[in-house]
Each structure stands twice: as C-alpha cells, then as structure tokens.
T-cell receptor, first 114, second 113 residues
Framework: DSGVTQTPKHLITATGQRVTLRCSPRSGDLSVYWYQQSLDQGLQFLIQYYNGEERAKGNILERFSAQQFPDLHSELNLSSLELGDSALYFC?????????????FGQGTRLTVV | QKEVEQDPGPLSVPEGAIVSLNCTYSNSAFQYFMWYRQYSRKGPELLMYTYSSGNKEDGRFTAQVDKSSKYISLFIRDSQPSDSATYLCAMSFGYGANSKLTFGKGITLSVRP
C-alpha cells in the first residue's frame, strides 16, 4: 500500500457527462501529479500541483481541470466526456527524497465512458 | 519524436533468464533516471533510480545509464515468475518534490515457470 488514496476505483459514465476524481496524498507529500494511462499511449502526464499551486502542465485537454486544496488533497475534473477519455487515471504524490522525485502512485481510477 | 521511447513488448522469457529492458530519450537535460514496476491492477512503484551516468545494482536488478548515447537499461538476473509485470522507465530534469516525471510507454514482461 503506497499510502496514496484514489476514489472512486471504478467509474462508468455516459458521453457528455462530467466526473470528479479525487486523490489523497501521503502525509507530508506536497506535490501531486495526475497521469492518464491507456494501452496505446502509455502513462501520459497531465498536470502537477505543488503545495496548492499549478507547477507543470502536460498534454491536458481544455475539458480537463485540476486543483489542489489547502489540505493537499487534489481533484481532477473531466467534463464533456468522450469515448476516448476511457482510461486509467493515476495520481502520484511526492516529497524530496535524496534528490530523487520518488513518486508514490495510488491504485488508480478506471474510467469507462459509454 | 517522443521524449522517452521504450522498447515495445510484450516480452516472455523462461524462469532463470537474464532480461534486458531498454529506453532511449531525446532530451539531454534529463538527470534522474528511474525504473518503475507496475503489477496488474496496481499503480506503478519505484524499483530503482540512477543519477546521471553509471550503473547501480540492487540484488538481481541492475540499472545502467549511458548519457552520451541517451540510453538506459534495466537488467534482471535469474528472473522469477514474480517479476512478471509492466516495467516503465521514467526520467526527470531536476530533483525534489516539484519535478515532473516523464515515462516511457512500458513493456510487459512475463516470466514462465
């Protein structure tokens, strides 16, 4: 168990809908990363927050947004969902560790858009 | 060109074989090189990391970085069925909690008993 909690584990929703994925970090981790994993694209970086502020952005669609709250938990909002958004969504949290970003991943949220 | 390219899979080997997993990258600014292992239905977990060039050994696992060739490898000796998983290489520019990781696509390894 990595100590990173993601909810829900599974989500099935219809096209056009909006969903919110939640991530609770390990105690003391200030950084949250969101990744999308699909079979053909692998693990794609979406966005990173550090201590409440957006720090880096990847190939995140405009329909997607995220935020990190004062208690350091984070939410990823996906709107106007399309079939192609079906994927595993991971959050990872990190703290400095001997100069290496050791990211601890949650178990993921499997999103199915029908 | 993708920043990080990983050999496509899947890969199937008999128990006891030596496994070589490889990644190449295009950005010479990467300084930290990591290997993550992902079991089915789980999130990736850090297996090993290396800073800059060189080798690092941990039990049956050896990570190797050649910055001049922009090439990294993970070797698994005496592979076991429990090593069956997806292996992802990852790289970062800096260090600390505010440095993003860029991953390869991953390769699925199956070790046959």
């Amino acid at each position: 168990d990595s100590g990173v909690t993601q909810t829900p584990k599974h989500l099935i929703t219809a096209t056009g809908q909006r969903v919110t994925l939640r991530c609770s970090p390990r105690s003391g981790d200030l950084s949250v990363y969101w990744y999308q994993q699909s079979l053909d694209q692998g693990l794609q970086f979406l966005i990173q927050y550090y201590n409440g502020e957006e720090r880096a952005k990847g190939n995140i669609l405009e329909r997607f947004s995220a935020q990190q709250f004062p208690d350091l938990h984070s939410e990823l909002n996906l709107s106007s969902l399309e079939l192609g958004d079906s994927a595993l969504y991971f959050c990872a949290t990190a703290r400095a560790a001997q100069g290496v970003t050791e990211a601890f991943f949650g178990q993921g949220t499997r999103l199915t858009v029908v | 060109q993708k920043e990080v390219e990983q050999d496509p899979g899947p890969l199937s080997v008999p128990e006891g074989a030596i496994v070589s997993l490889n990644c190449t990258y295009s950005n010479s600014a990467f300084q930290y090189f990591m290997w993550y292992r992902q079991y089915s239905r789980k999130g990736p977990e850090l297996l090993m990391y290396t800073y800059s060039s060189g080798n690092k050994e941990d039990g049956r696992f050896t990570a190797q970085v050649d910055k001049s060739s922009k090439y990294i490898s993970l070797f698994i000796r005496d592979s076991q069925p429990s090593d069956s998983a997806t292996y992802l290489c990852a790289m970062s520019f800096g260090y600390g909690a505010n440095s993003k990781l860029t991953f390869g696509k991953g390769i699925t390894l199956s070790v046959r008993p």
